[in-house]
């Protein structure tokens, strides 16, 4: 199946620093992305339903940008959340880049609708 990198742009009320502190830091991490997150240096292990995925964090830059590369992930695929504020509306914006098989794009974009919905309760916005 061929792998396809997908972009999705999401509207926050809250921060980029705010928005940072969620994807960074496990206590928060916990409240919308996984059940449980165990941080070594720049190694994440996140656990879903008991099942661990380790991460690589690659890329951080405060408020703008965080890339993480699966241990097991396909050469050059990574998730990365990027932060920006929009100049006319001082919105942020979050805008998301994973990596999924063609024929789960749909699923995928669902699954990362709601995660970011949790997200926006839980940074009011």
Not at 23 to 48: A, H, K, Y
Request: one cysteine or more.
């Amino acid at each position: 199946m061929e792998r396809v990198q997908i972009d999705m742009e999401f509207i926050f009320r809250a921060s980029p620093t705010i928005l940072y502190k969620f994807l960074t830091t496990p206590s928060t991490l916990i409240r919308w992305f996984c059940d449980e997150v165990d941080i070594q240096g720049d190694t994440f292990t996140f656990v879903w339903s008991g099942s661990e995925e380790v991460a690589e964090l690659i890329d951080d830059i405060e408020d703008e940008r965080v890339r993480f590369e699966w241990e097991d992930a396909d050469e050059g695929e990574y998730l990365e959340f990027r932060m920006d504020k929009s100049p006319v509306t001082g919105e942020t914006i979050l805008t998301i880049t994973d990596f999924c098989d063609s024929d789960e794009v749909a699923d995928q974009k669902q699954l990362w609708a709601t995660q970011i919905s949790q997200l926006r309760t839980e940074t009011g916005g």
